[in-house]
């Protein structure tokens, strides 16, 4: 039981703002059954629970108790002996929240920096397989990379993302959130060219979501090749100008600035230029 005290200092200590410390005690028997005598023992340790015939562990604050557990090695106990070590527990109890509270009356005011954080956010149930990816790579990248210590997902889409740095845990959070973001016509994104058709550029707006800019809608002026236009690993604004029934993106360069072709004259300068990535 010296755990549940322990464990009480330590979370107060973290800044973890538990409502009120909590103690606990274990509580022995030693019995004759042919006489019905007794003798209980408080505050037991391994010979007296060993040889003894119970061990009553009763843990709880100066409200109430949080928690019992038993175990008897003879057939039962009576109402008497089970009051009479309620009573002994709830004693043993307040003198070590005594002690406790000399030490540490309260939860401190500020979370400790080293404490754990666990953070809770809601994504839509049909969105969990998005977030955990295929065989579950996309979810231990997300811990791998934000360096956060778990990511529990429930089947309501409850997210907990567990992490010692609140700085790890806000990036994880807003990886999950930008893999669940349902994008709308006519937001602005800046994105990274990831791959170049004939036809046009695709280009991640958001991790795991890309979108197709088409060879038309990268420039005011009639292009030959994408290629005049953007390089894989440009990182480039875009616009979404329309998502079809399947829930594919297009995108477009040319409504975010104009821009001249690559390669007419090289005193020409480009109004856009985009970053390499």
């Given at each position: 039981?010296?755990?549940?005290?322990?464990?009480?200092?330590?979370?107060?200590?973290?800044?973890?703002?538990?409502?009120?410390?909590?103690?606990?005690?274990?509580?022995?028997?030693?019995?004759?059954?042919?006489?019905?005598?007794?003798?209980?023992?408080?505050?037991?340790?391994?010979?007296?629970?060993?040889?003894?015939?119970?061990?009553?562990?009763?843990?709880?604050?100066?409200?109430?108790?949080?928690?019992?557990?038993?175990?008897?090695?003879?057939?039962?106990?009576?109402?008497?002996?089970?009051?009479?070590?309620?009573?002994?527990?709830?004693?043993?109890?307040e003198q070590i929240l005594n002690e406790i509270e000399k030490v540490l009356a309260k939860p401190r005011p500020q979370l400790s920096p080293w404490a754990p954080?666990?953070?809770?956010?809601?994504?839509?149930?049909?969105?969990?397989?998005?977030?955990?990816?295929?065989?579950?790579?996309?979810?231990?990248?997300?811990?791998?990379?934000?360096?956060?210590?778990?990511?529990?997902?429930?089947?309501?889409?409850?997210?907990?993302?567990?992490?010692?740095?609140?700085?790890?845990?806000?990036?994880?959070?807003?990886?999950?959130?930008?893999?669940?973001?349902?994008?709308?016509?006519?937001?602005?994104?800046?994105?990274?060219?990831?791959?170049?058709?004939?036809?046009?550029?695709?280009?991640?707006?958001?991790?795991?979501?890309?979108?197709?800019?088409?060879?038309?809608?990268?420039?005011?002026?009639?292009?030959?090749?994408?290629?005049?236009?953007?390089?894989?690993?440009?990182?480039?604004?875009?616009?979404?100008?329309?998502?079809?029934?399947?829930?594919?993106?297009?995108?477009?360069?040319?409504?975010?600035?104009?821009?001249?072709?690559?390669?007419?004259?090289?005193?020409?300068?480009?109004?856009?230029?985009?970053?390499?990535?």
């Amino acid at each position: 039981m010296a755990s549940v005290s322990s464990s009480s200092l330590a979370l107060m200590d973290a800044g973890v703002p538990i409502k009120r410390p909590a103690g606990g005690i274990a509580i022995g028997l030693m019995s004759n059954e042919l006489t019905g005598q007794y003798k209980l023992l408080t505050d037991i340790q391994g010979p007296e629970e060993h040889y003894g015939d119970m061990d009553f562990k009763v843990a709880g604050t100066r409200k109430g108790i949080t928690a019992i557990q038993m175990d008897v090695k003879i057939k039962g106990i009576t109402k008497e002996i089970l009051k009479e070590a309620l009573e002994r527990g709830k004693r043993a109890r307040e003198q070590i929240l005594n002690e406790i509270e000399k030490v540490l009356a309260k939860p401190r005011p500020q979370l400790s920096p080293w404490a754990p954080r666990v953070y809770t956010i809601q994504i839509k149930p049909e969105k969990i397989r998005e977030v955990i990816g295929p065989g579950g790579r996309i979810i231990h990248e997300i811990i791998e990379k934000c360096n956060v210590s778990s990511i529990d997902i429930e089947e309501t889409g409850r997210v907990y993302v567990t992490a010692e740095k609140e700085e790890s845990a806000k990036k994880a959070i807003e990886w999950i959130k930008n893999i669940t973001k349902e994008i709308k016509v006519g937001e602005v994104f800046q994105g990274t060219v990831k791959r170049i058709a004939d036809f046009g550029a695709f280009v991640e707006i958001l991790p795991g979501q890309e979108g197709l800019i088409h060879i038309s809608q990268l420039s005011p002026q009639r292009i030959r090749r994408v290629e005049d236009v953007v390089k894989v690993g440009d990182v480039i604004p875009v616009k979404v100008i329309s998502i079809d029934e399947q829930g594919r993106i297009n995108l477009s360069l040319k409504e975010i600035k104009k821009i001249t072709p690559y390669g007419r004259k090289r005193k020409e300068k480009r109004i856009f230029k985009p970053r390499r990535g």
